[in-house]
């Protein structure tokens, strides 16, 4: 028997103030694929930290970007493709941060890609017609 397979998609400009609209859509798609609360607030966190990444640094100028976000679930497994045409960045050959360092020695950056390969199964990038495709898979077994 093959798994049902549903979607949801979001379209975000390249502003910060945008992230509200980001955590509505993931409250909702959490209540409609009834998801429990500490797995929204997961999710929520890997798009915050997915997206500031993305507008603070993808971009230069003040141009209108626009940025997509699609949400797949098959059975128990669930992906999300957050797409934008910013500069060619590859979060995978970022190297986790020294976490054992204290808050003054350790590097600056790198904690919100961190996060989200500890939340996330596998986290994967592919640059597409000149644009970053970073691919977030999760198996959500309860």
């Known amino acids: 028997m093959k798994s049902e397979s549903v979607s949801k998609s979001l379209m975000v400009n ?15 798609t959490g209540d409609d ?10 999710l929520n966190l890997v798009l915050e930290e997915a997206l500031t990444n993305i507008i603070l640094y993808g971009f230069e100028g003040d141009a209108r970007h626009t940025i997509e976000v699609h949400l797949k679930k098959t ?6 493709e957050i ?7 590859d ?5 986790d941060p020294d976490i054992t360092l204290s808050v003054e020695n350790r590097a ?32 959500i077994k309860p």
Request: glycine share 6%; charged share 25%.
């Open 14 to 28: 390249n502003q910060i103030d945008e992230l509200a609209r980001v955590a509505v859509f993931m409250e909702e």
């Open 33 to 42: 694929w009834n998801f429990p609360m500490s797995l929204v607030l997961n």
């Open 75 to 80: 059975g128990d497994d669930l992906s999300i």
């Open 83 to 89: 797409i934008d045409d910013g500069k060619a960045f």
């Open 91 to 95: 979060p995978t050959n970022v190297a």
């Open 108 to 139: 600056v950056g790198g904690l919100g890609i961190f996060l989200i390969r500890k939340i996330m199964d596998t986290v994967e990038y592919k640059r597409i017609a000149n644009k970053n495709n970073l691919i977030l898979k999760k198996n």
